[in-house]
């Protein structure tokens, strides 16, 4: 299981929301390249990006960022979600070196756009999936849906989707724990790779998520708690190796 540190992009900065709240924004660094670089230092093997900005607009906002990004650490594999709404995003993302796409609010609105993506695309698709009380959050989680997370991820079980990154709204950001028993549901109904994401804190929730991640959870996202110090990214990669060992 990859422990995966996040930076949210908002106006160019790193920013963590609490569940989603624009408003509700704690600036971390104003240099994306030099916040990349640290957790690179730090053995992390892929990085999550989202535009925060992007999401509620629809469109990229924050692709300078990434790009800037991927130059400086070409080797270390990015996944950016954030306002990805058709084919020439994609296209421009990975042409810059992205190694993935998330596909959030697009996936329930537009399924076929999600199909058509992942034929031209193999291998680059991952679908988000945020929910509140296990619906599909969509429009940057400034709506619920009708959708229930478990239904729209076994939708994409035979399209060629690499994964699902599945956030729990009501987790993100407020460092309480990861909502682990609807994460392993997702991952075992759904049928595809699951990753964690909202409220891993501290290296219990890594322990947690490593020793039930044979059930499909490939990976944890991790955020406010990396920034504030609640959770040291080395440390918790090299545990979850250790668990993934033993299993």
Avoid at 73 to 98: H, K
Avoid at 237 to 245: E, G, I, K, T
């Amino acid at each position: 299981m990859l422990v995966i540190p996040a930076i949210d992009l908002k106006d160019g900065q790193c920013v963590r929301l609490r569940q989603g709240d624009m408003e509700d924004s704690t600036v971390f660094s104003d240099d994306p390249v030099a916040t990349a670089e640290r957790w690179a230092e730090a053995t992390a093997r892929r990085l999550h990006m989202v535009d925060l900005n992007g999401a509620f607009a629809g469109k990229p906002k924050n692709a300078d960022a990434v790009r800037a990004i991927t130059r400086a650490l070409p080797s270390l594999p990015v996944q950016i979600g954030g306002g990805i709404r058709d084919c020439a995003t994609i296209e421009s993302y990975l042409n810059a070196g992205v190694s993935y796409v998330i596909i959030g609010t697009a996936a329930v609105k537009d399924p076929d756009f999600v199909r058509e993506a992942c034929e031209r695309f193999p291998g680059h698709i991952i679908v988000g999936i945020d929910a509140k009380a296990g619906f599909v959050a969509t429009d940057g989680w400034a709506e619920t849906s009708t959708v229930l997370a478990v239904d729209l991820a076994r939708d994409f079980r035979d399209a060629g989707v690499e994964a699902i990154v599945y956030t729990d709204i009501e987790r993100d950001g407020m460092m309480q724990g990861v909502n682990v028993s609807a994460t392993v549901n997702l991952a075992k109904e759904g049928g595809l790779p699951v990753i964690a994401s909202g409220g891993v804190t501290n290296i219990e929730d890594i322990r947690v998520l490593s020793e039930v991640a044979h059930n499909g959870i490939v990976g944890a996202i991790t955020g406010r708690a990396i920034y504030e110090g609640t959770l040291d990214v080395a440390q918790a990669q090299a545990l979850a190796d250790q668990v993934s060992a033993m299993q």
